[in-house]
């Protein structure tokens, strides 16, 4: 009777553990480049996550390898219904990726994440000969002067002169809060450019791809704007937006200090500009 009532009281410990238990998933990675081709010899990597014990936060278990002679990695662990990858390589970009599982299968205590070992491809960009550019970020850029046409030197990086040190007039800023077409509490603002060549190219991270090389190889050399305005109206306290082209944190390629139409002398780069 006492080994029936021992084993009960551990029943009754081990039942709640087993009820709650996460899961399972297993993954195949498959780590390509850009062609398609197999990338033997790829670091890979699985993160599979569960809550800590006390119930605050997640708890990351990582699981590692190299891509065999086909690119494929295989491991398994449980997991909470979404988890991440990533692969890398000297020669290429990391890529990372997330999944998320929508169906369980299997008994309480051995459930699976469904769908089983899925195959995952992870494409990988070739690094093309990078070349070296100025990186400069700046959090907070207040327009010195409104309603008036304000120069700003990218290689300076600085407002030109007598608003700052700049010399060059890279971009051409203009806030206007006093046309007549404007409410009061609205306003409109304006990027252009000094140079007819010089100009701005919006583009997207493409949402499919988990590659930390977000941009082409080569900047485009057709389809740059000239001009870009951003316009806000304010009506019975509420804001809406009216906007031609959004200077919202898109993605953008730009070229400045272009001599006359020969786009091959223009000095190219990327990044966003975040109106607020």
């Not at 410990?13 to 238990?21: D, E, N, R």
């Not at 930390?212 to 057709?222: G, M, Q, T, V």
């Amino acid at each position: 009777m006492k080994f029936l009532i021992k084993s009960l009281a551990l029943m009754l410990v081990l039942i709640p553990k087993i009820v709650f238990a996460l899961p399972t998933a297993k993954l195949t990675l498959l780590v390509v480049d850009d062609n398609g081709f197999p990338i033997e010899g790829a670091k890979a990597g699985i993160a599979f996550n569960k809550p800590h014990t006390d119930g605050w936060g997640v708890k990351y278990t990582s699981k590692r390898g190299m891509t065999d002679n086909h690119g494929l990695y295989t491991n398994d662990g449980i997991t909470e219904q979404v988890l991440s990858y990533a692969a890398s390589h000297p020669d290429y970009y990391i890529s990372r990726e997330k999944i998320k599982f929508e169906d369980v299968s299997g008994m309480v205590g051995f459930r699976k994440w469904q769908p089983w070992n899925p195959t995952l491809k992870v494409v990988l960009k070739k690094k093309q000969k990078p070349i070296p550019m100025y990186v400069y970020f700046t959090n907070v850029m207040d327009i010195p002067a409104k309603d008036k046409t304000i120069g700003y030197d990218l290689i300076k990086h600085d407002w030109v002169a007598p608003h700052g040190e700049g010399r060059v007039n890279d971009l051409l800023f203009k806030l206007n809060l006093t046309d007549e077409n404007i409410p009061d509490g609205s306003h409109d603002l304006s990027l252009t450019f000094a140079n007819p060549a010089d100009g701005i190219h919006a583009f997207k991270k493409d949402v499919n791809s988990g590659s930390e090389f977000i941009s082409l190889y080569h900047a485009p050399k057709e389809g740059y704007d000239n001009t870009l305005i951003q316009r806000e109206y304010r009506e019975s306290g509420r804001r809406r937006q009216a906007s031609y082209s959004r200077l919202d944190g898109t993605n953008y390629y730009f070229r400045i200090r272009c001599k006359e139409d020969n786009v091959d002398s223009c000095l190219y780069g990327h990044g966003k500009i975040i109106i607020n």
